[in-house]
Each structure stands twice: as structure tokens, then as C-alpha cells.
């Protein structure tokens, strides 16, 4: 049997938990013509320069391994900005973080682990661009 100060106490508790949820952003929508693989991938190629795409990836990501072929995108225009121009240490420090992010989640089970992978990565290289792009100015 439930007491009336158990009743109040999960009211409030009730209260809260919905109001934090109400607080939240909503999600951005998805800018790809629609849910499509191919569709978010011509959406992430569109994107002009690498934090577009990044906006474009987290708008529309699947939560799933299907994220994989997204980061791929990111990651190849992100990298367009510094890869090239980089000296081998640089080089060789953005290998060894892509490789942290490949550690990281190895040992868990579930598609969701595969995509938490592809965005370290995609967030790695996004890190690498934007330092890049300051320096430049």
C-alpha cells in the first residue's frame, strides 16, 4: 500500500523527469531528401565543408552500422582540409586517435557500438579540420 507522502514524493519525482524531458532540444531534422542510404550520403557530399557534413551526419544518422558509410563521408571532407598539408607527426597523432576510436567500443556487442565507432572517428578528423582551418587564418 502506497502512503500519501510516497504518493507526493513520486508526483515530484514524476513532475521533474518530465519537465528535464520538455527541456530538451529537439533532434535536427534530417536535410536528405529522405531516409534513404543514398539519400544521406548525396545530403553529406552536398554539405559544404566539414561541419556542415557533421550537422548533416547527426541530423541523420541510422544509431545503427549503416552510420559506418556516413562517417566515411565526414571524415573524407573533413580530411580534405588538413590531411594533405600535414606533416607525418600530424599525420601519424590523427592515425593513432582514429585508432582509440577503433579500440574503444571493440569488445561490445550491438550495432549501436559500430556507430558510436563511426562518429569518434568522424569527430577525430572534425577536431583536425577545424584546427587546421584556424591556423590557416
Same mark, same amino acid.
Given at each position: 500500500?502506497?502512503?500519501? +507522502?510516497?504518493?507526493?514524493?513520486?508526483?515530484?519525482?514524476?513532475?521533474? /523527469?518530465?519537465?528535464?524531458?520538455?527541456?530538451?532540444?529537439?533532434?535536427?531534422?534530417?536535410?536528405?531528401? +529522405?531516409? +534513404?542510404?543514398?539519400?544521406?550520403?548525396?545530403?553529406?557530399?552536398?554539405?559544404?565543408?566539414?561541419?556542415?557534413?557533421?550537422?548533416?551526419?547527426?541530423?541523420?544518422?541510422?544509431?545503427?552500422?549503416?552510420? /559506418?558509410?556516413?562517417?566515411? /563521408? /565526414?571524415?573524407? %571532407?573533413?580530411?580534405?582540409?588538413?590531411?594533405? %598539408?600535414?606533416?607525418?607527426? %600530424?599525420?601519424?597523432?590523427?592515425?593513432?586517435?582514429?585508432?582509440?576510436?577503433?579500440?574503444?567500443?571493440?569488445?561490445?556487442?550491438?550495432?549501436?557500438?559500430?556507430?558510436?565507432?563511426?562518429?569518434?572517428?568522424?569527430?577525430?578528423?572534425?577536431?583536425?579540420?577545424?584546427?587546421?582551418?584556424?591556423?590557416?587564418?
Amino acid at each position: 500500500m502506497i502512503l500519501k +507522502s510516497q504518493m507526493a514524493v513520486l508526483g515530484l519525482v514524476l513532475g521533474l /523527469v518530465l519537465g528535464l524531458g520538455c527541456t530538451q532540444a529537439a533532434p535536427a531534422e534530417c536535410p536528405a531528401k +529522405s531516409t +534513404s542510404m543514398d539519400d544521406i550520403i548525396a545530403s553529406l557530399n552536398e554539405a559544404k565543408g566539414c561541419d556542415a557534413a557533421m550537422k548533416v551526419f547527426e541530423a541523420c544518422e541510422y544509431g545503427a552500422s549503416g552510420d /559506418v558509410q556516413f562517417g566515411e /563521408v /565526414v571524415e573524407k %571532407k573533413c580530411e580534405a582540409d588538413f590531411l594533405d %598539408k600535414a606533416k607525418a607527426s %600530424k599525420k601519424q597523432a590523427y592515425k593513432r586517435e582514429l585508432g582509440v576510436c577503433d579500440r574503444k567500443y571493440r569488445n561490445q556487442s550491438g550495432t549501436m557500438y559500430i556507430s558510436f565507432t563511426a562518429f569518434c572517428r568522424a569527430e577525430v578528423a572534425q577536431r583536425y579540420s577545424r584546427q587546421a582551418l584556424k591556423a590557416k587564418r
